[in-house]
């Protein structure tokens, strides 16, 4: 082991619980997502519905709750109405620059949503769509029959009781250049002040995000104008970018833009409190993923077919699953504010699920989500961690988060260690004690830092159940890894508290099973 941390857990601090949106996910229409992705009619792995029926099933078990569409770029020239009713006629995409059928509007993405047990979160056309357009498809969502032309249209449409889309957010990058419709500043205050006043004139209950970034002369006067109106900001991030060349990076540069996250995070909080919000509006990192998407520009056909170049599965190694793990180890210590996060996309191009004719790929990142979704307790505790730098990179070769379950009886402890090919001796303290004993944990490495899962293999990198064991408070991390360890508390002053603050001299040692106190020696 060549290199020492440390991690501190609190167990006085009360703890935070965070939002399961942060869990979420989001699909485009962009290359192969939705169309030969998610929606395959006539493919013998499809439902009746057109569902494939195995991403469904995989995507169970991530637990997803909830799932942003149409974009992305594709919603600033997408209308509503062209994907709902029994006649629909194709259009053509101006972001991407091809033909989209229509097959799959706002009736068969609440449905896919309900299949996966996700709410659905539909962003809104603000690039050359209209606030009424906006609030018009709120109506025809959310409102019951008889409420109006665009609940009865619904309704006509085979849908009388509404679909109640909870989530809802005005535009996608309008800050940028290349969107459609971008807006300056000023512009963009404007029509998300009008928008946000119609979408809650038809439905004052939904959660409303609008576009923003982590810059204060975009987003502070936006909240200056419809602050007020608006429940979460919406900041995106990819921190390898390649829109134009496909040449992603190493190991070492991907894992040494793991901060990235937490900065543009602490930026965007320090913004809402200028501005006079940080109480009551909050965070959507509603766009992330290690890895931007591959599209140069232009239409030529062998450009469209440049974008296969983001489903080589070879691409998504531990250096994005880890990555992965330390951008919701950021969301999840700042949970008081990040209320929502959702990677970009569900599957194909970067995903987290390869989806191909005959079946699917679960990526090394899938195995992150499933990890957070299904071993981290439901509350956040304070801890800090001490931790030597990476060599190559400049970043610490640890990350760590503690989390704690509602009754406060379970620690589940999440250590990463970036190092690519050595072990790295980890002190462990809960609550000022030292850990010692054997303890359940998973672990999610691979044979090298460079190992991924593909059709022939799909099994290179999976989760693997282990005995953890912690002599002294110490223990050893496997290169390239990342492990989640319980252990088990005592309850502290009553059922749902969490503490461990030995005042009469005692001595406090953690076995594997539970906390025991010895006698005092005075």
Known sequence: M??????????????TTYAR???????????????????????????????????????????????RWPGGCFVSSYHWLDGVGPDRRPHYDLAWRVTDPNTFGTAEFVAWCRAIGAEPYVCTNAGT???????????YCNLPAGSGRWADLRAEHGSPDPFDVRFWSIGNENYGDWEMGAKTPAEWASLVRESAKMIRHVDEDVSLLTAARADLGWTL??????????????????????????????????????????????????ILGAAGLAERVGIAFD?????????????????????????????????????SASFLNACLRHGDVVKMANIAPTVNTRGPLYVHPTGLVRRTTFHVLAMYAHLLGGRVLASTALADGLTGADVPVIDHLATVDEAGTRLSLVLVNRD??????????????????AYD????????????????????????????????????????????????????????????????????????????????SH
């Open 420 to 437: 690519p090919t050595a072990a790295v001796a980890c002190d462990v303290r809960l609550g000022g004690h030292v850990l010692d004993g």
């Open 21 to 67: 949106e942060v869990f979420g996910h989001f699909v485009e229409h962009f290359h192969r997502q939705v169309y030969g992705g998610i929606f395959s009619p006539g493919s013998p792995l499809s439902d009746e519905q057109g569902f494939r029926a195995d991403v469904v099933e995989a995507l169970r078990e991530l637990a997803p709750p909830v799932v």
């Open 2 to 15: 060549t290199a020492v941390a440390s991690v501190d857990v609190s167990l006085d601090a009360p703890p």
């Open 221 to 270: 006067p936006l909240l200056t104008a419809a602050g007020s109106n608006l429940d979460l900001i919406s900041i995106h991030g990819y921190w390898d970018v390649l829109n134009l060349v496909e040449a992603p990076s190493d190991y070492l540069t991907a894992v040494g833009r793991s901060l990235g996250p937490q900065s543009d995070i602490e930026r965007t909080r320090d």
């Open 287 to 323: 766009e992330w993923n290690l890895r931007g998407w591959h599209h140069p520009d232009g239409d030529r056909p062998e450009l469209i077919a440049a974008r296969d170049l983001n489903d080589v599965n070879s691409t998504y190694t531990m250096a994005d699953a880890l990555f």
């Open 441 to 520: 944990a998973t672990v999610l490495d691979g044979p090298s830092a460079d190992a991924y899962n593909d059709v022939d293999h799909p099994g290179t990198v999976v989760p693997r159940p282990v005995t953890v064991g912690v002599h002294a408070g110490r223990t050893s991390l496997p290169p390239h890894s990342l492990t989640v360890v319980h252990v088990d508390l005592p309850l502290a002053h009553g059922a749902g508290e969490v503490g461990l603050r030995p005042t009469d001299g005692a001595a406090w040692h953690a076995t594997p099973r539970g906390w025991y106190r010895t006698p005092s």
């Open 129 to 139: 769509g209209t606030a009424k357009e906006m609030s018009d498809w709120v109506e």
